[in-house]
């Protein structure tokens, strides 16, 4: 039986600047952590039988680790494109929007949408490429949105569009 995996859909490019930056930083400070695990992994390998050298087997883990998410950012910083204006028109949903929903029940949902790469689930960040996020791409307030989900369709009201960085850090409404 076959291990093999159909290759994921291409995430969108978009990113806002503070997920830009916040990437390029971890870029930074993986490099650094990188040079104290090598030096460490140097260590553990002048000990001698590395075959059952536990923190050689670790640091050795702990080093591709690393090395496969430096590629990663290495790969994917020079693809994204900073949003960092609001659209012109602020009456629609568009990357970056803060959103307040309302389903069906009356319950409310404060969420913001942002780059596949800055998705914050706690902070109700969904991704562009979310099947919510793609129902809700230019639409207007008061407009009504059906999405699928695992537990059947479910349906939205876009009470309230706003953009800028401040406005979703306050969640009084």
Same mark, same amino acid.
């Given at each position: 039986?076959?291990? /093999? *995996?159909?290759p994921?859909?291409?995430?969108?490019? /978009?990113?806002? *600047?503070?997920? /830009?930056?916040r990437l390029a930083l971890e870029l930074d400070g993986l490099w650094l952590r990188r040079r104290e695990v090598t030096a460490a992994l140097a260590a553990a390998a002048a000990e001698g039988d590395?075959?059952?050298d536990a923190e050689y087997i670790y640091r050795k883990k702990e080093l591709r680790e690393l090395? *496969?998410?430096?590629?990663y950012l290495q790969k994917r910083l020079p693809e994204l494109k900073v949003v960092s204006e609001a659209p012109s028109r +602020?009456? +629609?949903?568009?990357?970056?929007?803060? =959103?307040? =929903?309302?389903?069906?029940t009356g319950a409310e949902l404060r969420c913001r949408i942002v780059g596949a790469?800055? =998705?914050d689930p706690k902070r109700n960040w969904m991704s562009i490429d979310s099947p919510l996020s793609r129902a809700l791409l230019k639409r207007q307030l008061d407009d009504e949105v059906e999405v699928q989900t695992p537990a059947g369709p479910k349906r939205y009201l876009i009470v309230e569009i706003s953009y800028g960085d401040n406005s979703g850090d306050s969640l009084n409404h």
């Open positions: 039986m076959s291990r /093999y *995996r159909p994921a859909p291409p995430k969108s490019p /978009y990113i806002t *600047r503070a997920g /830009y930056d590395r075959s059952e090395d *496969r998410r430096i590629r +602020q009456d +629609q949903v568009f990357f970056g929007a803060w =959103l307040w =929903l309302e389903d069906e790469d800055e =998705l």
